[in-house]
C-alpha cells in the first residue's frame, strides 16, 4: 500500500512558478507510477502529467505541456510538479496519485493524496 501527501500549493500570481511535492511512503513507492490531476470544485478531475516508476517516460496534459514538469526522486519517494507560467486557470486542487501503469484516466489510480490547493491570481 502507498500513501501519498501533497505539499507546496498556495497563492501565486499570473507568470509565477510554484513547485508541487508528493511524499510517499511504503516499500513499493518506487514501483508505481506517479500522476498528478487537479480539479475545480464541481468540475472533473483533470489529467495534468504522469511519470513511469523509473522516470524514464513522461505525459503531459496539452494545457500544460511546455509550462509544466514532472519528475521523481525514488530514493527519497518523492513526485514533483514543477509549474512555470502559471495562469488562472490553472487555479485548482492538485492531487498525486500512485498506479502500476502509466496512465490518463482518473479512475484507473490506485492510491491518492488528499490534494492542494494553487490559486492564480491575475
Known amino acids: 500500500q502507498v500513501q501519498l501527501v501533497e505539499s507546496g500549493g ?7 512558478s510554484l513547485t508541487l511535492s508528493c511524499a510517499g511512503s511504503g516499500r513499493t513507492f518506487s514501483s508505481y507510477a506517479m500522476g498528478w490531476f487537479r480539479q475545480v470544485l464541481g468540475k472533473e478531475r483533470e489529467f495534468v502529467a504522469a511519470i513511469s516508476w523509473s522516470g524514464g517516460n513522461t505525459i503531459y496534459a496539452d494545457s500544460v ?3 509544466f514538469t514532472i519528475s521523481r526522486d525514488n530514493a ?3 513526485v514533483y510538479l514543477q509549474m512555470n507560467s502559471l ?5 485548482a486542487v492538485y492531487y498525486c496519485a500512485a498506479n502500476h501503469g502509466l496512465v490518463v484516466v482518473a479512475d484507473e489510480y490506485d492510491y491518492w493524496g488528499q490534494g492542494t ?4 491570481s491575475s
Open 87 to 91: 495562469k488562472p486557470e490553472d487555479t
Open 65 to 67: 505541456k511546455g509550462r
Open 117 to 120: 490547493q494553487v490559486t492564480v
Open 10 to 16: 498556495g497563492l501565486v500570481q499570473t507568470g509565477d
Open 76 to 78: 527519497k519517494k518523492r
